[in-house]
């Protein structure tokens, strides 16, 4: 059985991020994608540019951009996809996660049925 990709890339979001990465200048900068304890469902979403890969670490490169992953986020986003979204409310990424059994309005926070408890009101205005 072939292992599900942990997170991909629309084409959409690899296109924005080459173009921020470049920006960048730094070669070895990789977009980070974790979760966070927090947020009005329990889990929140969380991104960074980041250049230094930790153990345990998975590592998924599409396209040339370099996706990191922690060992305890993984299994959260297992099977995502980074869209990038330009639209009235704004623009921005945003995760397409199948995990997810409930999420909040906002599309930064998100419950998948575990451990992350009871949904809490929404605090992003929505």
Do not use: W
């Not at 990465?21 to 304890?37: A, C, D, H, I, Y």
């Amino acid at each position: 059985m072939i292992e599900q990709a942990t997170v991909s890339l629309s084409s959409e979001a690899l296109t924005h991020l080459r173009g921020l990465l470049e920006k960048e200048g730094n070669p070895e900068l990789g977009l980070r994608v974790f979760v966070s304890g927090g947020g009005c469902s329990g889990l929140q979403y969380g991104m960074a540019f980041d250049d230094l890969i930790r153990p345990g670490d998975e590592i998924v490169e599409q396209g040339g951009v370099k996706i990191l992953v922690d060992d305890f986020s993984a299994p959260h986003i297992r099977g995502s996809e980074i869209d990038y979204v330009d639209s009235l409310m704004g623009a921005g990424f945003t995760v397409q996660n199948p995990n997810a059994v409930k999420s909040c309005s906002c599309g930064h926070s998100f419950d998948t049925g575990d451990e992350a408890g009871q949904a809490k009101a929404c605090g992003c205005g929505h």
